[in-house]
């Protein structure tokens, strides 16, 4: 059976950019009107607090301006990790603790999809693990936080992500218009980025992306996803525009990738990509009229060179992509520039 609120969150995915706006004043008046009607205090089971933490923790220090449950610092203090106290009453007799290479056990088992109390306990049993009960599954679980199966459920276009992420790979264009002896003409460059690592490759620029040009680009993305040191690439999520030809499709699959269009009007389900041309645009190219192709070319790459081996990258620990090792922590401060200035990085000497 799916989850409550996974209607909504196929919406969203649906949703564009305004769309979402909209969608979000509705249910924050909404949710003004139904708060308006409870009591100034709510209390709460443990399930819906570990719901609230699971959930909340994603949101981060925004989660100050949307918080209305709880105080922001109540929240706070149920991440504290709780010290365990020694007690100095005589604990109650019962089952003896369970062991530590169970515990591990059970919560492995725990990750997989629609494994619940029932079937944990059966997996047990059919290793000839006896001594563990049904409730006991249950406290193991509770003790870590980890919600009964049907409230693990991850969102299916995130658990899609997860499970194909090694040798998955996103795509999207975009366009820069360019200066020519004729004027300013739209060049129409190909990005792809790569879901786990976020490694990017970007095509050369061209006037014409035509259906042969796009056959030559579909040729050539296995070898240079290679050239990345990455496995070989196995989906290629893309929106549905019309330069994705049926040639285009053809190619990928003759070289082993699968094309895998998204829905009308989701742009979230490709956020990454979208998310990265944004940066490029950004920090780079709406400070630039290219002359040329050429230097269309030179601009896309340098900073492709600066994301991957001097930008700092907040979801590894503000470290670059490419990092040759953890960062120096002694030596003279250092700047190098890329773009006359534009692109800058700090670094410590040897």
Known sequence: MNPPHLPKLLAFGRSDHDQLITQLQYLTIEHQILRGKLPKRISMTKRERRRLIRFGKKVGPALRDLISIVQYSTFQKWLRPKSHKKRSFKAKSGRPPTKRDLKKLVLQMAKTPGWGYTRILGELRKLGIMSVSRSTVRSILKEHGIEPAPDRTEPVWDKFLNRHASTLWSCDFFHKKVLTPRGLKRYTTLVFIHISSRKVIATKSTRHPTSDWMCRVAESFPMMVEQLGLQPPTILVRDNDVLYSRE????????????????????????????????????????????????????????????????????????????????RTVGEIRCDTRLGGLLRRHYRAA
């Open 248 to 327: 285009f499709n053809v190619t990928l699959m003759r070289e082993g990738v699968k094309p895998y269009p998204l829905p009308i009007k989701a742009p979230l389900m490709n956020a990454h990509i979208e998310r990265w041309i944004k940066s490029l645009k950004a920090e780079c190219l709406d400070h630039f009229i290219p002359i040329g192709g050429e230097h269309l070319d030179y601009l896309i790459s340098e900073y492709v060179e600066h994301y991957h081996h001097e930008r700092p990258h907040q979801g590894i620990g503000n470290t670059p992509i490419m990092s040759d090792g953890p960062p």
